[in-house]
């Protein structure tokens, strides 16, 4: 889709990834860019407008939906981690980051999509992970939310296949943020993750490797998926 002119939505946007979509999205040309936080933020660009969401609260996805009822480009970026194994990782974790990563996420995408599905040139953006190709054993509750969410979409893909709306997964590898604060790993910059996110938007991509890391792992993955799910459980 085209950036220039859009207008755009980012869950989470108050820091981290998010927080460089916002800077990104302006950069490249948005019109105007909804910075969707929990909590309050302070902005001085006019052209970033905050509203109030927590996506796994209905009424305020309800509510942000209707507050915002121009939005052509939507990022699904909001999103939490629990550590954790498959064999005693804390369940409520596990539940928490699929309250979050997967039904927020979809609860997210239904409310704006009647918006989106006459909107002409609209994309939805759901923030992924490579991990949600192939878990990552400490963090097990956390990818299998994230495949769920790369199953949702998928299926928002085809659903709305023929409406114009542009559905896309992008999925990094470790990035340098809070969330991953303290687990030594490669990290990729931030403001380059959201560069090319956006860049991929912008050339019409529905699968975003946005880092060096996840594009040789995404290689790995689509010519043989066992080897990904080997190299990640090393
Ligand atoms: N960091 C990585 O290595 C990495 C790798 C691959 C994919 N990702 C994905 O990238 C996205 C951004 O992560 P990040 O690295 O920027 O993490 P982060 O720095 O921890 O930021 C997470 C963002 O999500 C927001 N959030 C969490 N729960 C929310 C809820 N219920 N409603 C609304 N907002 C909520 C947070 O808001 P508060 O400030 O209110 O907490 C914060 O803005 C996530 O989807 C994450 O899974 C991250």
Same mark, same amino acid.
């Given at each position: 889709m085209n950036i220039n002119g859009s207008i755009a939505l980012v869950t989470g946007g108050n820091r981290g990834l998010g927080a460089c979509l916002v800077d990104e999205l302006l950069r490249q040309g948005a019109s105007k860019v909804y910075l969707?936080?929990? %909590?309050? /933020?302070? /902005? =001085? =660009?006019p052209r970033v407008q905050v509203i109030s969401l927590d996506v796994t609260e209905p009424e305020s996805v309800e509510? *942000? *939906?209707k507050a915002a009822p121009d939005v052509t480009l939507l990022v699904n970026n909001a999103g939490v981690l629990g550590f954790g194994s498959v064999l005693d990782g804390d369940l409520d974790l596990f539940e928490r980051d699929m309250r979050t990563n997967y039904m927020g996420a979809l609860r997210v995408a239904r409310a704006f999509l009647p918006a989106l599905r006459h909107g002409g040139d609209t994309a939805i953006v759901n923030v992924l992970t490579l991990i949600a190709l192939a878990p990552a054993g400490p963090m097990a509750g956390y990818s299998a939310s994230k495949a769920a969410a790369h199953s949702m979409t998928q299926a928002l893909r085809s659903a709305v296949a023929g409406d114009g709306v542009q559905? /896309? %997964? *992008?999925y990094p590898g470790g990035i340098d943020t809070d969330m991953l604060a303290g687990v030594e790993a490669e990290k990729a910059d931030p403001r380059v993750v959201a560069s090319r996110i956006v860049a991929g938007v912008a050339r019409g991509d529905t699968t975003i490797w946005p880092d060096d890391a996840s594009a040789g792992a995404g290689e790995v993955y689509l010519n043989d998926p066992a080897r990904l799910e080997r190299m990640l459980a090393g």
């Open positions: 969707a936080s929990r %909590g309050p /933020v302070t /902005v =001085d =660009d509510a *942000a *939906a559905v /896309v %997964g *992008a």
